[in-house]
């Protein structure tokens, strides 16, 4: 299994897209529908993650159960100047004084230019995918199952990373408030030739407590909508080729 996709919702994914292709150095793919945009970010030779942007008719709702954190370190204010020429803009959600910074991307989705912190030394430019979770233990090894990832050093009470240790870390963070909509972001898991196959990992996922989503726009794909332990969802694409 692998972690395959970072998924956002935008008014216009083509403008969002091309902002985080910038700010990420993301080599742009052919995406699966002409309204869609899609990147890969390069971690090495082998490790990869894809970012997806879909539409969204309505603008980014309060409340953000997934984001992502940037690497800043010893950078940060060099890179909060970079992303805002880029098109991002400062935004208050509440966060007081704090030792990251908070920006939006230009549909208005938050995310985090972070301090120095040893544990994203080497991460790359997206230093935590920071996920909220009624029980992050719990959740954790779901989302170990599901994706392979491993234990790491981080942040969160419960932090997974790919089993190289390179790239961004999955860190689940305990929720400040039980889900009440839909995640504007979420994560997809593919199976991977040799491995578990859709409807494995389906199963798998649901011995550990996932639920399928009822919603209708849900169905009719080829991938599987799911909701982890504390609402969140995720997919579960179709299997790789080859």
């Keep these: ?21 910038a700010a990420l150095g993301l080599v742009d793919l052919a995406p699966g529908s002409p309204e869609d945009y899609e990147g890969r970010l390069w971690v ?23 984001h992502l954190d940037l690497r800043g370190g010893a950078q940060q204010q ?15 959600i509440g966060q007081g004084e ?8 230009p549909d208005g989705n938050a ?16 230093a935590a995918l920071p996920l909220d979770s009624a029980d992050p233990r719990r ?16 942040v969160g009470p419960v932090t997974l990373r790919h089993p190289s240790l390179r790239g961004p870390l999955l860190e689940l963070c305990p929720e400040p408030k039980p889900k009440v909509r839909q995640n504007r972001t979420h994560l997809d898991v593919r199976p991977t030739p040799g491995g578990p196959d859709q409807r494995a990992l389906v199963d798998l996922a649901l ?24 609402g969140n969802e995720f997919c579960v694409l179709a299997d790789a080729e080859g």
Aim: with cysteine; glycine share 8%.
């Design 1 to 21: 299994m692998r972690l395959e996709n970072i998924v956002l919702q935008a008014r216009d994914p083509q403008v969002t897209g091309r902002f985080w292709s």
């Design 44 to 66: 090495d030779d082998e490790v990869w993650l894809d970012m997806c942007i879909e539409p969204a008719a309505e603008p980014p709702p309060p409340g953000w159960r997934l």
């Design 78 to 92: 060099q890179v909060v100047e970079r992303l805002t020429g880029l098109g991002a803009t400062p935004v208050d």
């Design 207 to 230: 011995s550990l407590g996932a639920t399928l989503a009822t919603d209708d726009w849900a169905h009719g794909h080829p991938w599987v909508v799911m909701h982890d332990l504390s």
């Design 111 to 126: 995310f985090c230019v972070m301090e120095e912190r040893a544990a994203y030394s080497d991460t790359g430019p997206i």
């Design 98 to 105: 704090v030792p990251w910074v908070v920006l939006a991307d």
């Design 139 to 154: 959740d954790g090894e779901l989302y170990a199952a599901l994706t392979g990832w491993v234990p790491a050093p981080g």
